[in-house]
C-alpha cells in the first residue's frame, strides 16, 4: 500500500501545525512515500528534517536518522518529544545503560525516530543490536561527510553502506529505504554520495537555495571599515552578523564598533572557551545585537531573527557563503545579505590554499571553488539565479530583489583605460604591483617612479585625470575581469594576460557597470 501526498500533509498540520509543506519538500517526501532512494540538497533553513520526520510517521517500522552533530540531535529529539513524537538518540555522550535502555525501546516498537552518530555502525554490538530493530528507512544527515570532496569528510560515513549491507542480508535481501540529505554538495560530492553509500537509483532533488526574503547585494570597491561602521550604525536596533576570514580582522572591526559607541560581541577560534560560550549566549538572548565572527561562528546557531549578515571579507567558496548568509531571516522576514569584495580576499583565500597540508589535487579542487566564488563576486547576472545554478537547482527566475536585478547602471565602455593600463603593465617589464602601475599612469614622480626610469614611459601620467586609488580599482577590476594575473606572495605582480593582449590588437573591447567609486575622479586641486 503506497502512502499518499494527502495523508503526509494531514500529518503536516496535525503534528507540526504548518500549512502546508514547502515547494521541494513534497516533491522529496512524494519520492520517499513511493519507496524511492532520494538525496535532497538544501540549504540550513530550508527544513530538511520534515523531509524525512513525515515519512517516518506515515511508516511501519523504525526510521534511523544518521547524524553528525551531537548537539543538534539532542535538540532534535527534544523537539519531537514536544510534538508527542516517540524518539530517541543513541551517542558517545550516554552511559551504556542508558544506550542499552533507548535500543530496547526501539527494539520493542516504541520509538518512530532513533539519531544515532555515524562512529556507531563501526561498533560490532550497535550492528548485531540493529539487526533486531524493523528498520524501514535510514535518512543520512550531512551527508556530504561521506566523500572526500565535502569540506568534512568524516570515514565513519564510510560504514554507512556495509552496515545497510548486512541489515539486508539479515533480512533476507530487503533493505531499509535510503534518504541521504546535506546543505552543500557540488556534482562531485553528489556524485560520490551516491556511489559511497550505494543508493539505489536515486532521485536527486537540489531545493530551498532561492529564499524570498533574502537580499543580496555584492558591494566591490567600498572602503570597508568606514562602510560597515556606517552599515552598523544605520541599524543598531537590528540583530547582525558580521563575517570576516581572520581573527585580526575580527578584532580590529570589533573595536571600532566599541569604540564607536556600538555594544557588540566577537567570536573566533583564539577566545577563550568561556569567552566563545559567553558570546554565543549574549548573541542568542539579543544582549548583544551584532557580533562580529570568523566562520567558526555559527555552527548549530539557530537564531531566527537575525536582520542581517554582513561579510566583510569574501569567503572561501560558495558553500560557506551560502551557509553564513543563509542565517539571516530564518524567521521569513526582509533580511539583507551583503558581501564586500576587494581583490586582496583572493590573496587571502589563495594563502589559505597554499599554506594547507593538503595534497596537490585537493589543493586544484580548491581553488577552482574559490574561482566560482570570485566569479560570484564579478558576475553581472542576478545572485540567486547564480547560486541556484551552482549548486544545480532548476528553477531558475531571476529575484528581482538582490543587488544585480535592482542595478540600473549602464554599461560602460572602458576599452581605452584598458590599453593605457596594459600597455603600462607591459612597459614596466610585468615586474611590478599594482599601486606601483598606478602611481605611474597618475603620473607621480616619487623616487621609485625615478629611479626605475618610469617617468620617461610614454604611459607615464596618462591617467593623471584620475586619483591613484581609481586607477588601482580599475586595475582589480580587470583582474578580476581575467585580462591580468596577480601572482602570489607578499608582494603580488600584475602581468598580463592572453586576453589582454587582444585588447591591446584592438580585437576585443572591454566593457564594464562602472560603479560610482570607479566613475572619473577628478582630485580636487591643492
Ligand atoms: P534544516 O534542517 O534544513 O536546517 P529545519 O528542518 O530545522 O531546517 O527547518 C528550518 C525551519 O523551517 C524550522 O523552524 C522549521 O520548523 C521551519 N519549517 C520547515 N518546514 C516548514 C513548513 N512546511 N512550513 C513552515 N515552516 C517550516
Ligand atoms: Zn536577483
Known amino acids: 500500500m503506497t502512502l499518499t501526498m494527502s495523508e503526509a500533509r494531514s500529518t503536516l498540520q496535525k503534528v507540526y501545525g504548518y500549512d502546508d509543506f514547502r515547494e521541494g519538500q513534497s516533491r522529496i517526501i512524494n519520492h520517499l512515500l513511493q519507496r524511492k532512494d532520494t538525496v535532497g540538497i538544501m540549504p540550513t533553513g530550508g527544513g530538511k528534517s520534515i523531509c524525512y520526520q513525515v515519512p517516518a510517521l506515515l511508516q511501519h517500522g523504525l526510521t534511523l536518522v544518521i547524524s553528525p552533530l551531537i548537539s543538534l540531535m539532542k535538540d532534535q529529539v527534544d523537539a519531537l518529544h514536544s510534538l508527542g513524537v516517540r524518539a530517541g538518540y543513541i551517542n558517545s555522550t550516554q552511559d551504556a545503560s542508558e544506550a542499552g535502555r533507548i535500543l530496547y525501546e526501539a527494539e520493542r516498537g516504541q520509538l518512530k525516530l532513533l539519531y544515532v552518530a555515524p562512529e556507531r ?38 560504514a554507512i553502506a556495509p552496515f545497510v549491507r548486512e541489515l539486508a542480508a539479515h533480512n533476507y535481501g530487503e533493505r531499509p529505504l535510503l534518504a541521504a540529505f546535506t546543505a552543500t554538495a557540488t556534482p562531485e560530492v553528489t556524485e560520490d ?44 536596533n537590528m540583530v547582525g ?51 562580529v565572527a570568523t566562520n567558526a561562528f555559527g555552527m548549530g546557531i539557530d537564531k531566527s531573527n537575525v536582520r542581517y549578515v554582513l561579510h566583510y571579507n569574501m569567503p572561501k567558496h560558495m558553500e560557506a557563503y551560502v551557509q553564513e548568509a543563509g542565517r539571516a531571516g530564518r524567521d521569513g522576514e526582509a533580511s539583507e545579505c551583503v558581501l564586500l569584495f576587494h581583490p ?63 542595478d540600473e547602471r549602464e554599461q560602460v565602455d572602458i576599452t581605452l583605460d584598458a590599453q593605457k593600463i596594459f600597455s603600462c603593465i607591459y612597459r614596466m617589464r610585468e615586474r611590478w604591483g ?20 618610469f ?11 584620475l586619483t591613484e586609488k581609481a586607477i588601482s580599482d580599475l586595475i582589480y577590476v580587470l583582474i578580476a575581469d581575467g585580462y591580468l594575473s596577480l601572482s602570489e606572495g607578499q608582494y603580488p605582480v600584475v602581468r598580463l594576460l592572453p586576453t589582454a593582449a587582444d585588447v591591446l590588437k584592438g580585437k576585443q ?18
Open 121 to 158: 555502525l563501526e561498533s560490532e554490538w550497535f550492528r548485531e543490536r540493529a539487526k533486531q530493530l524493523r528498520i524501514a528507512f535510514i535518512a543520512v544527515d550531512e551527508a556530504h561527510c561521506v566523500s572526500q570532496w565535502g569540506h568534512d569528510f568524516r570515514t565513519s560515513y564510510r
Open 193 to 236: 554520495m551516491i556511489r559511497l553509500l550505494e543508493l539505489q537509483d536515486p532521485e536527486l532533488i537540489v531545493t530551498g537555495f532561492k529564499r524570498d526574503n533574502l537580499a543580496f547585494t555584492v558591494l566591490r570597491g567600498e572602503t570597508r571599515k568606514d562602510f560597515a561602521l556606517n552599515y552598523v550604525r544605520q541599524r543598531t
Open 434 to 453: 599594482v599601486s606601483m602601475v598606478a602611481s605611474v599612469l597618475k603620473g607621480s614622480r616619487n623616487k621609485k617612479v625615478v629611479q626605475n626610469g
Open 509 to 526: 573591447q572591454v566593457f564594464q557597470k562602472v560603479a560610482n567609486e570607479l566613475k572619473p575622479k577628478v582630485e580636487a586641486a591643492v
Open 455 to 465: 617617468d620617461i614611459l610614454p604611459t607615464h601620467g596618462m591617467m593623471r585625470h
Open 344 to 406: 586582496q580576499d583572493i590573496l587571502t583565500q589563495k594563502f589559505f590554499i597554499e599554506q594547507s597540508e593538503a595534497l596537490p589535487e585537493r589543493k586544484a579542487h580548491e581553488y577552482k571553488k574559490l574561482q566560482s566564488m570570485i566569479d560570484f563576486c564579478y558576475t553581472p547576472e542576478c545572485l540567486v539565479t547564480y547560486m541556484q545554478r551552482y549548486f544545480g537547482e532548476i528553477d531558475q527566475q531571476p529575484c528581482g530583489m538582490c543587488g544585480n536585478c535592482k
Open 241 to 291: 552578523i558580521i563575517y570576516a576570514s581572520t581573527r585580526k580582522d575580527v578584532e580590529d572591526l570589533h573595536s571600532m564598533l566599541v569604540k564607536a559607541g556600538i555594544p557588540a560581541g566577537r567570536y573566533h577560534a583564539g577566545l577563550s572557551d568561556d569567552e566563545r560560550a559567553h558570546m554565543q549566549e549574549a548573541f542568542l538572548y539579543d544582549d548583544i545585537r551584532v557580533i
